[in-house]
């Protein structure tokens, strides 16, 4: 199956600094790249969706200035939270689908804690 | 919108039995429908789909069906091992372009040695 990176897997950050969370799909172009967020034993909360060349579309109630999402290239993707609250901490989890298929590939996800 | 229900939430099973996890879909112009299996601290990880033109797959242990009529697609664990353990989500989804899949909330699988 396609291979998707997450970097970093890890980060604990202070109150008020921003983060940076990479996303790479290491053999296939990502025509759509979506960000998850989850909190621990619940489901996926989709936070946002990016289509090649244009900006990405954030879901009710995802503050976009708070997280910056980035799809520089068919290979990656960003995700910055900004100024960050430990309300914020939370498993990030891309997801990325192929050019021209269904089927779409996670990556394996960041853990951000925010003291 | 799509709305997608999994049952049950929690699965307790011995090793070596099957286990068997449930959604329903209410848009009936959804057509592919994955599952994913995530495991502890990690994303989860597609494991088997089916497209609404086939009533079921199979893939070694793991094998899922399809009702179009009913909108309910189930996955079947076959002669599971502790190693099955896991959070398994199912998605309902139009497919192509960037149609966004809907997520169940999601079945923990424990499978006791």
């Known amino acids: 199956g396609a291979v998707v990176s997450q970097h970093p897997s890890r980060v604990i950050c202070k109150s008020g600094t921003s983060v940076k969370i990479e996303c790479r799909s290491l053999d296939f172009q990502a025509t759509t790249m979506f960000w998850y967020r989850q909190f621990p034993k619940q489901s996926l909360m989709l936070m946002a969706t990016?289509?090649?060349?244009?900006?990405?579309?954030?879901e009710q109630g995802v503050e976009k200035d708070k997280f910056l999402i980035n799809h520089a290239s068919l290979t990656l993707s960003t995700l910055t939270v900004t100024s960050a609250h430990p309300e914020d901490s939370s498993f990030y989890i891309c997801?990325?689908?192929?050019?021209?298929?269904?089927?779409?590939?996670f990556g394996p996800g960041t853990r951000l804690t925010v003291l | 919108g799509e709305n997608v229900e999994q049952h049950p939430s929690t699965l307790s099973v011995q090793e070596g039995d099957s286990a068997v996890i449930k959604c329903t879909y209410s848009d009936s112009a959804s057509n592919y429908f994955p599952w994913y299996k995530q495991e502890l601290g990690k994303g989860p990880q597609l494991i088997i789909d089916i497209r609404s033109n086939v009533g079921e797959k199979k893939d070694q242990r793991i094998a899922v069906t399809l009702n179009k009529t009913a909108k309910h697609f189930s996955l079947h664990i076959t002669e599971t091992q502790p190693e099955d353990s896991a959070v398994y989500f199912c998605?309902?989804?139009?497919?192509?372009?960037?149609?966004?899949?809907?997520f169940g909330r999601g079945t923990s699988l424990i499978v006791h040695p």
């Open positions: 997801n990325l689908k192929p050019r021209g298929t269904d089927t779409q590939y």
């Open positions: 990016s289509n090649e060349g244009s900006k990405a579309t954030y």
């Open positions: 998605a309902a989804s139009k497919g192509g372009g960037s149609y966004i899949p809907t």
